[in-house]
């Protein structure tokens, strides 16, 4: 097969508007380059999702967009990172405040060893909410967005680890949604379901999409080609290409991603 040529990284003809726009992103864990100048515009009302093979730089290009890989000792970044026109990696700009506003789901779950209500209530009361009625309400509405309130709106009080594995996966998500974020970051998030579980959380996705802009990074490519929008593709570090997720699948500019989605390395 005749090599394919390396296309320019960027590619976005959505003409929605970006919640995140990635330039010249490069990240360092000591001496270990991780990202190497990452360029990407995220629009907003999508599910993006990134794809490419374990330690490609996925979860850690994720953890940038809420400042989480901060956490880690030996972290040094260049470049910046504009959520909403305002450079998050600028040290004026308030961690806290990103977090009010961009909400994660882990790969597995994590409620807290809390009730279910509890669970949903935390942030909220995190975030100085008191009163009982407006909690009952954010505490129904939450878990309704999440699927998951006819499921245990008789149970509100009993601990949420007496759930199964993706309900407590949907009680995660409808902790987030209790905070009213406005993206939702989701890293691997059914790596550890059962079938039946990840089509109701893929299911939800696309729902929840409608109201927030949602980044996903899976392993899974099957799913990035029923979920999203648009999909990245990520390899020792650097974004390959991003794209319609369609044209990734179907017809990718670069050799690399056609060798990648076709099951040749990964």
């Known amino acids: 097969m005749q090599e394919k040529k390396k296309d320019l990284k960027v590619i976005t003809p959505s003409e929605k508007a970006s919640i995140y726009k990635t330039e010249n992103l490069n990240l360092w864990y000591g001496d270990k380059h991780a990202l190497k100048d990452i360029q990407l515009d995220i629009k907003q009302n999508e599910v993006t999702a990134i794809i490419g093979p374990s330690g490609c730089g996925k979860s850690t290009y994720l953890k940038t967009l809420n400042r989480m890989v901060e956490l880690v000792p030996s972290v040094r970044t260049t470049g910046e990172i504009h959520y909403r026109d305002r450079n998050i990696l600028d040290k004026s700009y308030q961690v806290e ?49 999440a699927a998951i309130w006819d499921e245990v709106k008789d149970r509100l009080h009993e601990n949420a680890y007496g ?100 099951g040749r390395f990964g």
């Open 97 to 145: 405040e990103l977090r009010t506003k961009v909400g994660m789901v882990f790969q597995k779950p994590n409620p807290f060893p809390k009730s279910i209500y509890d669970n949903i209530a935390y942030g909220p009361r995190i975030h100085g909410i008191k009163n009982r009625k407006i909690l009952d309400e954010i505490v129904e509405r939450s878990l309704r967005g």
């Open 163 to 262: 759930l199964s594995g993706g309900q407590q996966q949907r009680i995660c998500i409808a902790r987030c949604l209790a905070i009213e974020p406005d993206v939702i970051l989701m890293d691997e998030p059914t790596s550890a379901l059962d079938p039946i579980s990840t089509l109701k959380v893929e299911e939800l996705v696309q729902e929840l999409k409608k109201d927030y802009s949602i980044i996903i990074v899976t392993h899974n490519m099957q799913q990035a080609a029923r979920i999203s929008d648009k999909t990245a593709f990520f390899l020792n570090g650097e974004v390959i290409e991003y794209d319609e997720t369609d044209k990734i699948f179907s017809n990718p500019a670069d050799q690399r991603t056609e060798d990648y989605v076709s």
